[in-house]
């Protein structure tokens, strides 16, 4: 849907919507939203950057309408049983150092937490990534100085692979642990300090396996965030958590957020289940016996 009819989506359902919430704050069973962005800049834009001016509007509109959390703080709250607030908490993937520009002094000025997912090889070696020069602008990755400052004003750096591998694709066992927990290795390295989260690239069901979950779990990691636009309802495992594009402009950030019934359903089938809920499972099938 083009920009304008969107607005007019929202216009013609904000009852819908303002009734919806209120019943969701009833009943303590508001989603919790986590976004995520990859590059802000002004110069050579594409469909996985947003300029300056976008940014800092998104910004505006969700310290208006949402309470910004970290991203261990939205964990916590999608494993507690209630939620009755609106809560949206921020990251970004890939690692790109135009973010140095405007975005992430942007939310260190604002106090806004956020946690910023790295893919480590490209860090490592300074070369662009290949979706950049497919599309024939060899962006520059963020260097190890630029991860320490981040790091320094606060932001929370977490894995996202070495070499923005598709999880989904690797059939190595040797080079899936190498792609997961090589990066968490590498940026533990680098940072000295322990790393919490993991995103899949790419992000959708498909991207992630059952194998690679388990190892992020055995690792000691806190969860692993996912991207193919969903939401996350209190009283989850939050193990996985579920992530929502803020890439795009404004009138889709406002529709997606704003609790339209049509949005709110998740019916993906996913290819894996999270600790918790296998724990659960090991349970029931040790009670049936
Ligand atoms: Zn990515």
Redesign the pocket.
């Known amino acids: 849907m083009k920009d304008q009819a969107l607005w007019l989506y929202r216009q013609l359902t904000a009852r819908s919507r303002t009734r919806l919430l209120e019943t969701l704050r009833e009943d303590g069973n508001i989603p919790i939203a986590i976004l995520f962005y990859?590059r802000v800049s002004d110069v050579h834009p594409n469909e996985w950057t947003i300029s300056t001016a976008d940014f800092a509007r998104h910004l505006d509109w969700l310290q208006e309408n949402f309470e910004i959390v970290s991203l261990s703080r939205a964990q916590e709250m999608i494993r507690a049983p209630k939620n009755e607030k609106p809560v949206v908490a921020i990251t970004f993937?890939?690692g790109y150092s135009d973010n140095s520009t405007f975005a992430i002094p942007e939310l260190a000025r604002r106090g806004i937490p956020a946690t910023y997912?790295v893919?480590t090889d490209f860090v490592r070696t300074g070369r662009p990534f290949p979706h950049d020069l497919r599309a024939d602008v060899p962006l520059q990755p963020n260097t190890f100085d630029e991860l320490r400052q981040y790091l320094e004003m606060g932001i929370e750096i977490g894995a996202?692979t070495r070499n923005?591998a598709d999880i989904g694709q690797c059939v190595n066992e040797t080079e899936l642990r190498d792609e997961i927990l090589g990066s968490i290795h590498d940026l533990q390295t680098w940072l000295h300090k322990p790393i919490d989260y993991f995103?899949f690239?790419?992000g959708l069901p498909h991207n992630i396996t059952q194998l690679a979950v388990d190892i992020l779990h055995e690792a000691g990691v806190k969860g692993f965030c996912s991207a193919y636009g969903a939401w996350n309802w209190p009283g989850s495992p939050g193990f996985h958590l579920r992530r929502i594009h803020g890439d795009p402009g404004m009138a889709r950030l406002q529709n997606w957020l704003t609790y339209d019934a049509r949005k709110l359903a998740d019916s993906q089938q996913l290819p894996f289940s999270e600790p918790n809920e296998k724990e659960l499972e090991l349970t029931t099938l040790l009670l049936d016996e």
């Open positions: 990859h993937d890939d997912f893919t996202h923005h995103a690239p790419f």
